[in-house]
């Protein structure tokens, strides 16, 4: 991921004549239109009958606010009931289409379900992510089961944008794909102000390492609490390690970068900070359920 | 005689002095009436008319008799007509006598009159009675006091003295008023009988007129409700008639419409005739359809695998020399796994299908093919498994090795490619297996239930969802193996022994404290043993290892000093929750996991009232304890949780484990 990230820098710096690359899926759970949204969006027509050659890839080039994209959309339909090969395409992509039916409430109520899931996979607070909320030309015939203030709050939970689509109707369909990009450009930025922070602070280590009186130990182990606490506010949140020496520090670090299964156990640490007591009780006990039923299938 | 004498006048008084003939003379006249009488009678009866006459003379002196007996006075007659006293000759004598005359009506009576001064008194019943209708009046010339006498005689005229009678006034004019007055009487009385008649026929004609009248009325009456009638007659006649047209003409509304409703009924079942065939071809058509597209996207599929081999895999391989070669053969092993062996199942495949579509008709099956051909497709496992350790590879190569970076810059501008990248078609294989399920699926769809082909293509569902399990579970082992056996690179172990068992999987890992003044250790927890390590340098100490079979967990709020003050009710959940899990901990108590389920709801409960406290106990043996210190409340919970849920897992493992063993003992 990191080297992708770091491609993806590379290319954001060179935006004059390059066409960036971003890799995107359409999630979400059985028969909400993901096939037919990205269809719409990729070749303009609703898939009102039964069509023949739906593609599994579909690769389209398009400006995008002064800058060339090519935009790989990766359609996830029919496997929601194959974790395991899910979280195959979870880890490939830049950014996530997360789709529900307002006229199912199930695939809302599923829709939480499958963002924690993302985050367990990409072993990150936050991603660049959209939801949307399909078929809204059935609100007309009174067929919604899920409404607009809803969908609101839980993208404001989840800090995301979101959109009511209609691939039959072609509504908000282009506007929601070029604003996961908008999103995937603004987490590239932040990731690169994350990294000159990183480097700050190794510099500060560097000068602190200078000092190895016990009272200076004291104040450095102070002072690196005092900033785990600092940083608890932030949206993405620095994983603190409280070591007698720095230099154990950073190598735990990189240690950390290495290692995917520790950063999936901690993400689900962090994220149970961000959430509510009660929403990350329930939350936890049923991922425990889940994964004690996969260890029971194994 | 003597009667006779003593009853005279002054007048027959002097005469009968004089002699005695005179009264033989009366004598004799007497008997000659009689005897002509007698004669008069022998006559008659000579005639044969007796009977008769004696019939008649009976019914007349009884009237008689009768009117008699009425009449026993002068002032019974009420209203006379006529009266006065009169000269009546007597027929034995032959004398002259004073008499009262009276005449009522039609009947004349006489009276006799009291001796006496100048009283001119009737006295007694009358002397004779004459019913004038019948009677007779002649002059007589004869006698001595004529032209002043008269004689009245009965027209049924009998021996009797009294039907038959001389009478004489005393002057003309008296003479001349009872003379004429006698039968105008009688001609009064004939004129009452013809006004009575008349009368009777007046009534007669006034009654017969009330009735002409009353049947006139009648009859009008009777023609006014005849009218009526034959009004109200045509009215219903006519309404009738109205009705009898309406209902002729309703007859006919309903026969026209009932012919246009069985015209619809008639055209609607035609149409549902249609749309019935027009829903089986829809069908038929949709099926063929489906069809179609499992042949263009199998095509479509083996065209990029074959892509992926002849720009890729190929090119790599087959370099000259060894100074030229991009990638070893490990690493394209490592990049592309089995891609060949997926190509060629897929290419079979896709023969298979592509000879059911070409001998296609409404009777032609698929799911047989799915049934007996699919089970090549487990080969899909190592690709899916080697999946992750591919991209992880490929990330690793594109940033590190510069001819391979510019080797797929050249490949991807190869027009075959549809500019798609590498990472874009090395996500095929792991996206067709469960399309493969999604395209049955909308094919079992239009395909109708009396088809041969909707048997084989559920059951080739089945097949192709075990398939896709099978690689999906393949997959998660995969996962969970590979992130134990990096922990256990990672870890050293000097005294304590730690072995893992290819069962064995990460739940939850994290930093912990043992007390309040040490620094911040990490703890792993795995789903049989949990285990706190201690970093040094740069490695990681593993300090102890608790088995989780004999572990039990407490939560105790009021010996921790950092727990803010609560309710005595908080103090009794988890008092009780504390029991629960102490009960847990035992191997030999009944009803484990619903007294952990109990638990664990009992501390989820106690969630929302506060702030419990960031710290727990493990309960490793009877004396010895170790409390944990954990960073925040909510990542407490969450620990203890986790615990809790797994040793209750242990616990029906083992439930089971033993059940198993006693079923093979009793076998």
Redesign the interface.
Known sequence: MS??T??KLSNFANTNNQII?I?MVVLGSGAVGKTALTVQFHQQYFIH??D??????Y?K?CRIDNDNY?L?I?D????E?????R???L??SDGFLIVYDISDRVSFEKTSELVDQIKMVKDVESFPMVLIGNKCDLDSEGQRKVSLTEGNDLSKFYGCPFFETSAKTTLNVESSFFQLVREIQRFEQFEKEKQLEREKKKLKNLNNNNNNNNNNNNNNNNSNRTNSFNSIGRKNKVKF?????NN?KD??NE?NNN????DK??S??NN??ACG??K???Q??FT??S??H??T?? | MIFLFKTSNKYFYLLGVGGSCFLGFVFLYFLKKSYNNKNNKFIESDNNNKNNFEKEEKEMSQQLIEIRKKINDYSKLKYPTKQGILFKKSRYLKEWRNRFFVIEEDILYYFDIEKGNNSNKPIGTPLGIFNLLNCSFTLITNEKRSPLVFKIQEENGTNKDYKNCLISCESAEEFNQWFQLLPQIKQTMDRKKDLVIKLQALSRKKLQQKKYQQLKESALTIQRFYHLYEGERKLARFIFNVIKVQSYARCFIDRMRYKKIKEEIMVIQSHFQVIKAKNRLEKEFMRRRIAQELLSTEKSYVYNLKLIIDIFIRPLINFNSIEQRVLSVSEISGVFGNWERLYKINSDLLVLIQCKLDNWSIDQTIGDLFIENTDSLFEYTPYVTNYDHSRKLLAKLTSGNTNFRNFLDAAQRDKRSKYLDISSFLIQPIQRLPRYELLLRDLLKSTSTLHKDHKYLSKGIVKIKEITMYVNDQQKERENLSQVIQIQKELIMDNIKLSFSSATRLIREGEIKVSKKKTWNYMYLFNSQLVIIQKKDDKKLVKEVIQLEQLGIRDDNSSSSNTITNDSGTDLLNNSSNNLLLLSSTISSPDLSSSGTNAINTSSQALPIGTIGNKFKLIISSKTEISLYFDTPEEKNNWFADIAITLNRLETQKKNFEKSINLQTIN
């Open positions: 080297s992708f770091k491609n690359k890799d009958e039964y023949p050659t739906i593609e599994d890839s690769t080039n090519s790989n990766l996830s339909a029919g496997n009931d194959y974790t395991a090969i979280d195959q395409y880890k490939n390690d409280l070591n007698n020496n154990n190598d735990y240690n290692k995917g299964g520790n156990k901690k689900e640490i149970s900070k007591p009660k990350s009780f329930k936890k006990i425990s359920f994964c004690i996969g260890g299938n194994s």
